[in-house]
């Protein structure tokens, strides 16, 4: 028999002392039962990572490690923001474990996922993606805008997971392909489905939060949305270019309108010349800024060199062991 998978769970934390204590022991509760199960190794673990948080967020993390065998923590020297602290977090568990489960600190997302994540697993997928089936707790406010956010992003070329945040279970060998993605604007969301591999959802409901309270003011999600459609995709360049054309095409248009309106002599001298020139050039000059904006959005591409491709699997030759007679 193989030996059982190590299991980590990562959890980004940003003011969360409200929270910890009971979120460690619900995640406890699921890892005790999946130890018990046969699923995970013992050795799995809860890895919290403080995201230079201004409360006793780090105090707490540092007393339940002492308490439990199941806990260990990463504290990061400043605030980085929530993917990057996941960032953080993934690329270190991944050297002590097999598979790595991301999950907010807050337990909005369903614990009770985490075991079919693990079946999953076992069946061979090297991603699950946990999605929400319905956002019934979610105010008006945050089901909509969040919803908006997932159909913006599609409609700017961005592929994502509907309704799938950062709850997701990767293999090791994903997270290290995702270790090869360099750059400094990383949208994980965006960049797993990149990744390839055979893949998989899980549907749960999304809860309230327990206790504290959003750390995702409006500001930052929309920062958050411009960051995902701007490190993914050249789409608002090609609206510039397709704006020039438009116009181009109205200064046609426009010209004949005006070369009419001379012919019947409805107009005053210079008339003609200066709308048909104000059309014109300004049609000329938003596909230039579009053809320019090609080029940086290739230039971007090239700067963030991100791997070209992902490979699954090598067979090896194997030494021919037939005896040929001599
Ligand atoms: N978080 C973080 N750094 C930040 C902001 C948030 O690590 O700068 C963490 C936070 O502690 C939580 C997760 O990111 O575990 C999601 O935040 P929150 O629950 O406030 O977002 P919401 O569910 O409201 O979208
Ligand atoms: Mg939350």
Known sequence: MTSLPILYIVVPCYNEEEVLPETTSRLIEVLQNLINQKKIALQSK??????GSKDRTWEIIQALN????????????????????????????????????????????????????????????????????SRTTDTFFKRFTAESFYRLMKTMGVNL?????????????TLENLADFQEVNLFIRG?????????????????????????????????????????????????????????????????????????????????ASIILSVWFLGGVQLIALGLIG????????????????????????KEITLNFQS
């Not at 991944?94 to 994540?117: G, M, P, R, T, W």
């Not at 509907?162 to 060998?173: P, Q, T, V, W």
């Not at 080029?295 to 030759?317: D, N």
């Open 294 to 317: 090609e080029y940086v959005g290739k230039i971007y591409k090239e700067v963030k060199a991100r791997p070209k491709f992902i490979i699954e699997k090598h067979l090896e030759s």
């Open 191 to 271: 960049i797993v489905p990149l990744l390839g591999y055979k893949s998989t959802e899980v549907y749960y409901d999304r809860n309230e939060r327990f206790a504290g309270e959003s750390k995702y003011p409006l500001k930052k999600m929309l920062a958050f949305a411009f960051d995902g459609i701007s490190s993914f995709s050249v789409t608002p360049i090609r609206l510039v270019t397709t704006a020039g054309f438009m116009i181009f095409g109205l200064s046609i248009l426009a010209g004949i309108y005006a070369i009419i309106a001379k012919i019947l002599g409805m107009t005053v001298t210079g008339w």
């Open 161 to 173: 997971v509907f309704n799938h945040a950062d709850y997701r279970l990767m293999s090791k060998r």
């Open 46 to 51: 809860i890895m919290f990572v403080d995201d």
């Open 66 to 133: 002492d308490k439990q065998d199941f806990v260990t923590g990463l504290k990061l020297a400043r605030n980085a923001g929530h993917q990057n602290a996941l960032l953080a977090g993934l690329m270190t568990a991944k050297s002590f474990s097999d598979c790595v489960i991301s999950i907010d600190a807050d337990l909005q997302d369903d614990v009770n996922a985490i075991y079919e994540f693990i079946q999953k697993y076992h069946e061979g997928y090297d991603i699950v993606y946990g999605v929400r089936q």
